[in-house]
């Protein structure tokens, strides 16, 4: 008799058309060696290619981020993966979403679908490998036992190199009718909002409780990406790597209510941040989240120090002041 194994969750939801990871962000940023310093710093493995730096994760094929250099700090584009057999449909029902279909952007090697969001926002839909996780990632503290040393000496800490991109949060006008267009366009489904300036959402293929969120501003802008880590403990770590490096600025540590992870928020020099993320909360491809409203109050945290007056400061939209950053 043949033994049944453990249950395997399906990979995809059948029938469902929606795009399935966040592939990457591209931004301009004013300093590209002070950028490489920054997210190497951070634990990342960045890349020169041409004139551009690419950001990975050690040990991890997948290419998170591209950056490019300009005068002021932008969000160039952002791009999400799609099965290669969803193509024909997506293509149909961007052109029944009266969606108006671009050219790549000069230079791109994509062959994917470009269009603008409600605030003009560059998104590319391209046939990629899922790199959103399909199950929840691990997490532990490490515990040990009676009569053994629990931490390393400080000179002996491993550097905290993030295991992969979680979500990008990113400025929008109105998060409502970014909502709609997520939603409508790329199948994203909602997780959680919070008094109509700041919302959540996730994959229906399996993802993390959010790839993308929105806050309320005056403009679009990027506020952070975020980057899962496997412990309490690496978060902490990872802060104190920054803080050795100059970079000390930022947020935490803490825990979030909408995704529930626990976070340290480091700031760029042009007023965007990284986060270190562990534990947030995880929707199976075969779970129907409830999306749910709930008050302001639970926007930001459960527990930790007040945020920086200026952490939900946009910055891109008052690019007169992204240099005012270096001196805090």
């Not at 040990?144 to 190199?161: E, F, I, K």
């Not at 990406?225 to 990872?238: E, F, P």
Request: some cysteine; proline content about 6%.
């Amino acid at each position: 008799m043949t033994q049944i194994g453990h249950y395997i969750a399906p990979s995809r939801r059948p029938d469902t058309l929606g795009v399935h990871s966040l592939d990457h962000f591209a931004l301009v940023v004013p300093d590209l060696k002070e950028a490489q310093r920054y997210y190497q710093s951070f634990g990342l493995d960045v890349r020169e290619r041409g004139d551009t730096l690419e950001l990975y994760t050690y040990g991890h094929p997948h290419r998170w981020g591209v950056l490019t250099e300009g005068p002021l700090k932008s969000l160039q584009h952002v791009s999400f993966g799609i099965f290669a057999d969803d193509v024909e449909r997506f293509q149909a029902h961007l052109q029944r979403c009266d969606v108006e279909r671009l050219d790549p952007p000069p230079g791109s090697e994509s062959n994917g679908f470009w269009f603008r969001d409600p605030d003009g926002t560059l998104v590319e839909l391209k046939v990629a490998e899922k790199s959103s996780p399909s199950s929840k990632s691990d997490t532990g503290l490490g515990e040990v036992g009676a009569n053994l040393r629990g931490a390393p000496m400080r000179g002996q800490a491993s550097a905290v190199r993030p295991r992969r991109m979680a979500h990008v949060l990113l400025f929008a006008r109105d998060v409502p009718e970014m909502l709609s267009f997520y939603q409508r366009v790329l199948g994203l489904k909602l997780s959680d909002e919070a008094g109509g300036v700041i919302a959540f959402l996730h994959g229906v293929h399996g993802s993390d409780h959010h790839m993308v969120a929105f806050a309320k501003s005056d403009g679009p802008g990027f506020h952070h990406c975020s980057w899962d880590v496997g412990q309490i403990n690496d978060i902490g770590v990872g802060a104190a790597q920054m803080a050795d490096k100059g970079f000390t600025a930022g947020w935490g540590l803490g825990r979030h209510v909408l995704g529930s992870n626990y976070f340290h928020y480091v700031r760029d020099p042009w007023g965007s941040y990284c986060e270190y993320s562990c534990d947030i909360d995880y929707v199976s491809v075969d779970h129907d989240w409830k999306g749910e409203s709930h008050d302001v109050e639970n926007s930001l945290y459960l527990w930790g120090p007040e945020p920086p007056a200026d952490f939900t400061h946009n910055y891109e939209a008052t690019p007169d002041t992204q240099l005012l950053t270096r001196r805090h």
